[in-house]
């Protein structure tokens, strides 16, 4: 038992990350057309969510989630997939809260809990949030006529 004490001990936690620059809402509106912020540190304000046209909201979202990968979750101006979609994001997505031994403690992703139809972010700064109002920083990418964040941080 104090073996795996002492390894636990191991495990290490990085300073903050860097956030991108705050949009408006009229600045994520225009990003559609104006392309020159690609490739840019972003962050914008809203409730992220996986949501479904058939249902509009998070718990009953008929959505695939492949855990220990990125999947795609939208961001929206209130919760429950609520007002406005402001963007695209790519996160990380477990089945149960990492436990980490050796090297970097895990942040930045999403706990997925099916039984209870539950969603918990794990922030920049490690807290285990339940769903709300978060800033997200990440990379603005374009693919297309689409664009997402990736690279995403999540904070409080």
């Known amino acids: 038992m104090l073996a795996f004490s002492m390894l636990a001990s191991c495990a290490t936690r990085q ?10 809402t009229d600045q994520i509106d225009s990003l559609q057309k104006d392309k020159s912020m690609n490739g840019k540190l972003i962050e914008v304000e809203g409730y ?5 046209k058939q249902t509009g909201f ?9 855990l220990r990968k990125k999947n795609s979750m939208e961001v929206y101006s209130e919760s429950n997939c609520g007002g406005k979609k402001l ?37 920049d700064d490690y807290q285990e949030l339940p769903e709300g109002k978060f800033k997200i920083s990440g990379t603005l990418i374009y693919d297309g006529d689409n664009y997402y964040l990736d690279n995403v941080t999540i904070h409080k």
């Open 58 to 66: 998070t718990a009953a979202a008929p959505i695939r989630i492949t």
């Open 48 to 52: 992220p969510s996986i949501c479904s």
């Open 87 to 123: 963007i695209d994001i790519r996160l990380p997505f477990e089945g149960d809260k990492r436990t980490t031994v050796f090297g970097d403690e895990g942040r930045n992703y999403v706990i997925l809990d099916k039984s209870a139809h539950k969603l918990t972010f794990i922030a």
């Open 15 to 24: 300073p903050p990350s860097v956030q991108g620059q705050l949009l408006t």
